[in-house]
């Protein structure tokens, strides 16, 4: 069975662009979550999908937004980008909502010059 | 502000010995999951402990929690030099259902010397 797949791996944007991100769950899986992981304040949630409608969001500004498809794939994409949106950006599938086990890809690294 | 906070932030041991890691939170919680992350790659899930349970195994892996004392604690035996990664405690709110989430701590990196 493939693991969650994360495109690309690797990113470097200037300030001012904008970026979307891909992930693919593992097959099956319905739930799909993305976090933000950064030195500074570590991981951090950022949003949950479910059955294509957005379950739960973190404390993040309007700028980061995601979507889910009917193929449970799920792009998350930030507008407008900062210095500080430079990080490790994780998406994680699981197969139930509620935090059950997850399964985290490898990750994108974005790098904002 | 974060709700587990692991402890300490870094280990060093030798391969062969055992490796202890705490992880404290403040608010109730449903279940708490350990993660292990090598060099900034994907987090691997290791084992989940529900508020009901008080120990669990898994390999060379146990994990307790003590809800009384909000505090959960991962063992690794015999120790590897692969075992070396960062590993994270998640906790998961008690009474948020469906629309629960992991919260994580900051991580404790591991080394594990050859």
């Known amino acids: 069975k493939a693991g969650v797949t994360q495109t690309p791996r690797y990113l470097i944007k200037t300030r001012g662009q904008q970026v979307t991100l891909s992930c693919s769950p593992i097959s099956g899986h319905r739930s799909v979550s993305w976090y933000q992981q950064t030195p500074g304040q570590g991981l951090q949630f950022l949003f949950e999908y479910f059955s294509e409608t957005q379950r739960n969001k973190g404390n993040f500004p309007g700028r980061f937004s995601g979507r889910q498809f009917s193929n449970s794939r799920s792009e998350m994409n930030v507008s407008t980008l900062e210095l500080g949106d430079s990080a490790l950006y994780l998406c994680?599938?699981?197969?139930?909502?509620?935090?059950?086990?997850?399964?985290f890809g490898q990750g994108t690294r974005l790098t904002v010059v | 502000s974060q709700q587990g906070e692991e402890d300490p932030q870094a280990l060093s041991i030798q391969e062969g010995e055992n490796a202890t890691m705490n992880c404290s939170y403040k608010t109730s919680i449903n279940n708490l999951q350990w993660y292990r992350q090598n060099s900034g790659r994907g987090l691997v899930h290791l084992i989940l402990?529900?508020?009901?349970?008080r120990e669990k195994h898994s390999g060379r892996l146990r994990v307790t929690l003590d809800t009384s004392k909000k505090s959960s604690s991962l063992l690794i035996t015999a120790s590897r030099a692969a075992d070396t990664a960062s590993y994270f405690c998640?906790?998961?709110?008690?009474?948020?259902?469906?629309?629960?989430?992991?919260?994580f701590g900051k991580g404790i990196t591991l080394s594990v010397r050859p």
């Open positions: 994680a599938s699981s197969l139930y909502r509620g935090a059950t086990e997850a399964f």
């Open positions: 998640a906790t998961v709110l008690k009474n948020t259902g469906a629309n629960s989430k992991l919260t």
């Open positions: 402990i529900r508020s009901n349970e």
